[in-house]
């Protein structure tokens, strides 16, 4: 049985996350030894400010780090965003600062080596330097994502593929079950001893980047990480569609959960907004009808021509970048990497007329 805590956070108050963090950790008393280096891995998605809900927040970051530190441990942070560095986001996201006030290493999670998968992808690629950690503490953000629906615990860790890396995947594992399988696959490498997520102020509607903030109001941990997203995604009515929680079940990799904290079953999150490209289809009728489901599209307007969407498109896709930019829809795999970095929202999503007639 795997512990799954939910506890009631109403707001970014310092007293009140020592407090939950304290709370966790005096539950799972041996996870860490004296002089254990620890690798705190947030999401550092993109360099922007905490109210903006992209980010792990940094005072839930100062909160775990603190208490490592009180237990002799050495944590670190670390991450290594798709188009960014870790030292940019940190700055503008304020977990620099925090690294700086508590004497922490911010870790540019670079210079990728091959190790040998344990599940369903037997080759893959990491960052050399989370291998030279003895812990690692998952710190991830409670956000809607527009190819994977939700991004949470076990997505996090693919922050752990370095930099451009990541985007081969979306090519090597372009049906997004087996994008699920990959990030699993990722997640297994050195998974974390602790997931502690922060949902305090979620993201809803077309995330990771450019959705809206959400109060939800909570913070959630477990040793888990698929049971952790597991309770996440039921709090958002979003278990059946979620490809990872899918994939665990069809895989049968979920554990037997037991909800504790604060609260002893998830809550609901009434009007929480899915992303617009979550599908109804089967996944089968979605590989056979990809041209009428939902596709990018770029907003004139909002468009700076500023090419970061053609520099992380992983298939070439996006065209003739300066005052009229295109996608070729003929080589696009609708994996929306283009929209989760676009940092201006200038990318829509066009509604095939199956999905239209049908809601597919």
Known sequence: MVSVEIYRVRWYEEARLGEVVESIFSSRKGLFSRGDRVLLKPNMLAPTRPEKAVTTHPLLVKAVAEKLL???????????????????????????????????????????????????????????KLLEFDRVVNLPKFKTHTQMVLTLAVKNMFGTVPGKLKAEWHVRASEYMDFARMLYSVYSVKPPVLNIMDGVVAME???????????????????????????????????????????????GLLPEISVGGDLQDP?????????????????????????????????PEKCTACG????????????????????????????????????????????????RIFRL
Do not use: H, W
């Not at 237990?71 to 700055?91: N, Y």
């Not at 992983?314 to 996608?327: A, Q």
């Open 205 to 251: 509607g077309n995330g990771p980047q450019n959705g809206r903030p959400y109060p939800l109001g909570l913070v959630m941990a477990s040793e888990d990480g698929l049971a952790l997203d597991y309770v996440a995604s039921k709090i958002v009515k979003a278990e059946d569609l979620v490809y990872l929680i899918k994939m665990a079940k069809e895989e």
């Open 70 to 128: 009180d237990l002799g441990a050495k944590p670190a942070v670390g991450d290594s965003p798709a188009l960014s560095s870790a030292e940019k986001v940190g700055r503008v996201s304020g977990i620099r600062a925090v690294a700086e006030e508590l004497g922490l290493e911010l870790v540019e999670l670079d210079s990728p080596v091959e190790v040998k998968g344990q599940s369903f992808f037997k080759r893959l690629e990491v960052s050399r």
């Open 267 to 299: 809550p609901e999150a009434e009007g929480f907004a899915l992303p617009s490209t979550v599908p109804l289809s089967p996944s089968l009728a979605r590989r056979f009808l990809r041209r009428s489901l939902p596709r990018p599209k770029i907003i």
């Open 308 to 355: 970061i969407c053609q520099e992380a498109c992983p298939t070439g896709s996006i065209l003739e970048v300066g005052k009229s930019p295109r996608i070729n829809y003929e080589t696009c795999i609708s994996c929306f990497v283009c929209q989760e970095v676009c940092p201006f929202d200038s990318i829509e999503f066009t509604q095939g007329i199956l999905r």
